[in-house]
């Protein structure tokens, strides 16, 4: 209940607001991406006409090579209520129900260490930093399950050039909020809080790492990581950190909660593969959220989750075994 009187917070300003008849043109093009256009159609425009909605967040479809995926996406109602935050509890129902108390604005992001020009950028700064683009992207979380999401936001790319990383960046660390205030599951010690990630720098560069603002045509909802996220389309999804406070550019690789709390399981590089099992299952199929019950069938899981042309080339010649 509280989601929906939650959904109207006042998020982008006017001028990054677009008409209604403008997204509806956009959501056409985007539903008409999926195979069965004129049946996928229907849900998704009466969706968007639900009550309560986010304020709209548009871009233009993106150019980036494998920026839009074929697959019908994921309904909104699944991507916005399976979710993983663990800030919001361990349950995939836990964020919806309790990221109500996250306040996405103000917001600053602080750039710190091996950049020429570090700094901290104000969310309107970077909400105008780059032209939004539409991506539609899988994303495979490292548990089995996978959604087909389409973001707004830019290149993360776009904002590390900006702040001009010295030669001793090789690394790019994030971390993201941490506030027992606003975030009820950070009284338990599942995780070192805050939540960090990191990828290496040529991995942060590369064009499909997004920088999100918003999702299906919207502002980011609170528990998909409002107000901004990375989104990095070729790895398990806890390498995508959610409500994201800071970069931080380092000489070396940097810790990540996951890779702490079970060195083991979760890996620094955790590319989508699906010949490297995790250590409690395989990693070789996946099931799509949304698509039939307990008889659906499994999909075969794709190498680097599908992009491996635009990405595979990044890992040539790394044992992926090894630096899983
Ligand atoms: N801060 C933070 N970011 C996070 C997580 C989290 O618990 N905390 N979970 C990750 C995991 S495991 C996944 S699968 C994705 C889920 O993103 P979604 O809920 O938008 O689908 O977010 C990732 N980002
Ligand atoms: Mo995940």
Not at 144 to 154: K, L, Q, S, T
Not at 164 to 186: H, I, R, S
Not at 222 to 251: D, H, T
Request: with cysteine; hydrophobic share 40%; charged share 20%.
């Amino acid at each position: 209940m509280h989601l929906l009187k939650d959904r109207g917070f006042n998020h982008p300003h006017s001028a990054e607001i677009t008409p209604q008849g403008t997204y509806l043109d956009r959501r056409r093009w985007m539903q008409g991406l999926a195979a069965g256009a004129a049946l996928g159609a229907l849900p998704a425009l009466a969706q968007s006409a639900r009550p309560g909605k986010l304020a709209p967040l548009a871009g233009g479809r993106s150019g980036v090579a494998g920026a839009l995926v074929m697959d019908k996406p994921t309904s909104y109602a699944d991507a916005s209520s399976y979710n993983n935050y663990y800030e919001f509890g361990t349950e995939k129902s836990d964020p919806v129900a309790a990221a109500h108390a996250l306040r996405p604005r103000p917001w600053t992001v602080a750039v710190e260490g091996e950049v020429k020009k570090p700094g901290v950028f104000d969310l309107d700064a970077l909400l105008k930093l780059a032209p939004m683009e539409e991506r539609i992207y899988r994303l495979r979380c490292v548990e089995g399950w996978a959604m087909v999401i389409p973001w707004e936001g830019y290149s993360l790319a776009e904002l590390i050039k900006r702040v001009e990383p010295t030669g001793n960046a090789k690394y790019v660390q994030f971390v993201t909020l941490a506030d027992k205030a606003q975030m009820p599951g950070l009284a338990s010690g599942v995780l070192d809080w805050p939540y960090v990630e990191g990828l290496r720098l040529d991995e942060a560069m590369h064009p499909l790492t997004l920088l999100a603002f918003g999702m299906y045509g919207e502002v980011l909802p609170k528990q998909n990581g409002a107000p901004l996220r990375v989104v990095v389309p070729w790895k398990y999804g806890f390498k995508s950190g959610k409500s994201i406070v800071k970069l931080r550019f380092v000489a070396t690789q940097p810790k990540t909660s996951w890779q702490s709390a079970a060195p083991r399981e979760y890996g620094f590089y955790s590319n989508v593969n699906p010949n490297v099992d995790h250590p409690r299952w395989s990693q070789a199929s996946e099931r799509r959220i949304g698509e039939g019950g307990l008889f659906a069938k499994k999909r075969p899981t794709l190498m680097f989750n599908g992009y491996e042309p635009q990405v595979g080339q990044m890992y040539a010649g790394m044992d992926l075994g090894k630096f899983y």
